[in-house]
Protein backbone atom coordinates (compact mmCIF):
# COMPACT_ATOMS: atom_id res chain seq x y z
CA UNK A 1 0.00 0.00 0.00
CA UNK A 2 1.25 3.69 -0.92
CA UNK A 3 0.62 6.65 0.61
CA UNK A 4 -2.00 8.82 -1.55
CA UNK A 5 -2.61 12.52 -1.17
CA UNK A 6 -6.20 13.32 -1.95
CA UNK A 7 -7.33 16.72 -3.77
CA UNK A 8 -9.86 18.30 -1.95
CA UNK A 9 -12.22 20.16 -4.38
CA UNK A 10 -11.96 23.72 -2.52
CA UNK A 11 -9.27 25.60 -0.58
CA UNK A 12 -10.06 26.49 3.35
CA UNK A 13 -10.57 30.15 4.09
CA UNK A 14 -7.90 31.83 5.56
CA UNK A 15 -8.49 33.10 9.18
CA UNK A 16 -8.75 36.91 8.79
CA UNK A 17 -5.34 38.07 11.57
CA UNK A 18 -6.34 41.92 10.61
CA UNK A 19 -8.83 43.89 11.10
CA UNK A 20 -10.42 47.70 10.55
CA UNK A 21 -12.63 49.79 12.15
CA UNK A 22 -15.69 48.18 9.94
CA UNK A 23 -14.81 45.15 10.98
CA UNK A 24 -14.71 46.33 14.98
CA UNK A 25 -17.66 47.61 14.50
CA UNK A 26 -19.13 44.41 13.79
CA UNK A 27 -18.13 42.83 16.67
CA UNK A 28 -18.01 45.03 19.79
CA UNK A 29 -20.84 46.85 20.34
CA UNK A 30 -18.87 50.06 21.90
CA UNK A 31 -19.33 53.01 20.17
CA UNK A 32 -17.44 56.90 20.39
CA UNK A 33 -16.62 58.14 22.81
CA UNK A 34 -15.94 54.36 24.72
CA UNK A 35 -14.60 52.35 22.08
CA UNK A 36 -10.79 52.49 21.99
CA UNK A 37 -9.33 50.02 19.17
CA UNK A 38 -9.22 51.94 16.18
CA UNK A 39 -7.40 48.55 13.85
CA UNK A 40 -6.50 45.41 14.98
CA UNK A 41 -3.20 44.12 12.85
CA UNK A 42 -2.51 40.89 14.02
CA UNK A 43 -4.87 38.15 15.24
CA UNK A 44 -4.33 34.44 16.51
CA UNK A 45 -7.31 32.69 16.86
CA UNK A 46 -8.49 31.85 20.51
CA UNK A 47 -4.69 32.91 21.39
CA UNK A 48 -3.47 36.21 20.76
CA UNK A 49 -4.16 39.75 19.73
CA UNK A 50 -2.93 42.87 18.62
CA UNK A 51 -4.31 46.20 18.56
CA UNK A 52 -3.53 49.85 17.81
CA UNK A 53 -5.52 53.02 19.96
CA UNK A 54 -3.83 56.77 17.90
CA UNK A 55 -4.44 58.90 21.03
CA UNK A 56 -5.55 62.19 19.84
CA UNK A 57 -6.04 65.71 21.71
CA UNK A 58 -9.40 65.67 21.36
CA UNK A 59 -10.45 62.41 23.40
CA UNK A 60 -13.02 63.89 25.59
CA UNK A 61 -11.34 62.58 28.83
CA UNK A 62 -8.62 65.40 27.78
CA UNK A 63 -10.44 68.14 28.81
CA UNK A 64 -10.81 67.32 32.67
CA UNK A 65 -7.50 64.35 32.61
CA UNK A 66 -5.93 66.92 32.90
CA UNK A 67 -6.26 70.58 31.14
CA UNK A 68 -2.97 71.80 31.53
CA UNK A 69 -1.13 68.24 31.15
CA UNK A 70 -2.91 65.85 29.03
CA UNK A 71 -2.65 62.04 30.25
CA UNK A 72 -5.08 59.01 28.88
CA UNK A 73 -6.27 57.64 32.40
CA UNK A 74 -4.86 54.20 33.47
CA UNK A 75 -8.50 52.82 33.64
CA UNK A 76 -9.19 53.42 29.68
CA UNK A 77 -5.55 51.78 28.94
CA UNK A 78 -7.23 48.72 30.76
CA UNK A 79 -10.59 49.17 29.11
CA UNK A 80 -8.34 48.87 25.69
CA UNK A 81 -6.76 45.56 27.19
CA UNK A 82 -10.30 44.43 27.88
CA UNK A 83 -11.70 45.62 24.33
CA UNK A 84 -9.13 44.26 22.60
CA UNK A 85 -9.42 40.81 24.59
CA UNK A 86 -12.76 40.82 24.07
CA UNK A 87 -12.77 41.03 20.24
CA UNK A 88 -10.22 38.36 20.13
CA UNK A 89 -12.99 36.07 21.99
CA UNK A 90 -16.16 37.47 20.41
CA UNK A 91 -14.70 36.42 17.00
CA UNK A 92 -15.26 32.74 18.25
CA UNK A 93 -19.09 33.48 19.26
CA UNK A 94 -21.60 32.66 16.93
CA UNK A 95 -24.51 34.86 18.71
CA UNK A 96 -22.39 37.42 19.76
CA UNK A 97 -25.14 40.07 18.82
CA UNK A 98 -26.77 38.97 21.85
CA UNK A 99 -24.11 38.56 24.29
CA UNK A 100 -22.12 40.97 26.12
CA UNK A 101 -18.47 40.58 27.58
CA UNK A 102 -18.50 42.25 30.91
CA UNK A 103 -15.18 42.88 32.96
CA UNK A 104 -15.36 40.69 35.99
CA UNK A 105 -11.91 41.35 37.52
CA UNK A 106 -8.38 43.18 36.91
CA UNK A 107 -5.26 42.08 38.29
CA UNK A 108 -2.00 43.33 38.58
CA UNK A 109 -2.68 46.30 36.55
CA UNK A 110 0.39 48.38 36.55
CA UNK A 111 1.45 51.73 34.78
CA UNK A 112 4.90 52.57 33.77
CA UNK A 113 4.93 55.67 31.62
CA UNK A 114 2.01 58.42 30.74
CA UNK A 115 0.55 57.65 27.33
CA UNK A 116 -0.13 61.29 26.13
CA UNK A 117 -1.98 62.98 22.64
CA UNK A 118 0.03 61.82 19.86
CA UNK A 119 0.90 58.81 20.72
CA UNK A 120 -0.32 55.20 19.50
CA UNK A 121 -0.91 52.44 21.94
CA UNK A 122 -0.02 49.23 21.14
CA UNK A 123 -1.95 46.30 22.73
CA UNK A 124 -0.79 42.86 23.00
CA UNK A 125 -3.32 40.45 24.96
CA UNK A 126 -2.68 37.11 25.50
CA UNK A 127 -5.38 34.71 26.44
CA UNK A 128 -4.27 32.48 29.32
CA UNK A 129 -7.73 30.67 30.16
CA UNK A 130 -10.68 30.44 28.42
CA UNK A 131 -13.75 28.38 28.56
CA UNK A 132 -17.01 29.41 26.18
CA UNK A 133 -18.32 32.02 28.82
CA UNK A 134 -15.24 33.12 30.82
CA UNK A 135 -11.21 33.98 30.13
CA UNK A 136 -8.72 35.22 31.83
CA UNK A 137 -6.55 37.48 29.54
CA UNK A 138 -2.99 39.16 29.79
CA UNK A 139 -2.55 42.40 27.91
CA UNK A 140 0.38 44.64 28.01
CA UNK A 141 0.26 48.51 26.33
CA UNK A 142 3.52 50.25 24.58
CA UNK A 143 4.11 53.30 23.00
CA UNK A 144 7.21 53.45 20.90
CA UNK A 145 8.30 49.74 22.06
CA UNK A 146 8.25 50.89 25.51
CA UNK A 147 5.59 49.44 27.76
CA UNK A 148 3.06 52.14 29.32
CA UNK A 149 0.75 49.74 30.90
CA UNK A 150 -0.44 45.90 31.67
CA UNK A 151 -2.87 44.38 33.51
CA UNK A 152 -5.11 40.83 33.80
CA UNK A 153 -8.06 40.65 33.19
CA UNK A 154 -10.71 38.12 33.63
CA UNK A 155 -14.34 38.56 31.60
CA UNK A 156 -17.50 37.41 31.29
CA UNK A 157 -19.82 36.45 28.18
CA UNK A 158 -23.41 37.12 29.47
CA UNK A 159 -26.89 37.61 27.16
CA UNK A 160 -27.42 41.10 26.59
CA UNK A 161 -30.94 40.64 27.92
CA UNK A 162 -30.15 39.95 31.19
CA UNK A 163 -30.49 42.76 33.78
CA UNK A 164 -28.03 44.01 36.02
CA UNK A 165 -28.66 42.40 38.93
CA UNK A 166 -28.24 39.17 37.26
CA UNK A 167 -25.13 39.67 35.41
CA UNK A 168 -23.14 40.29 39.22
CA UNK A 169 -20.80 37.70 39.81
CA UNK A 170 -20.77 36.21 42.72
CA UNK A 171 -17.79 35.48 45.08
CA UNK A 172 -15.95 31.79 45.60
Known sequence: MTDTTHATPYE????????????????LPHRFPFLLIDRVVEL????????????????????GHFPEKPIMPGVLIV???AQAGGLLLLTEIPNRDEMLMVFTGIE???FRRPVVPGDQLRIE??????????ARLEGKAYVDGKMAAEATVTC??????MSAADATVEEA
Open 108 to 110: KAR
Open 156 to 161: RLVPRN
Open 125 to 134: VVVKAWRITA
Open 44 to 63: ERMKSIVALKNVTITEPFFQ
Open 12 to 27: PVPVKTGMDIGDIFKI
Open 79 to 81: EAI
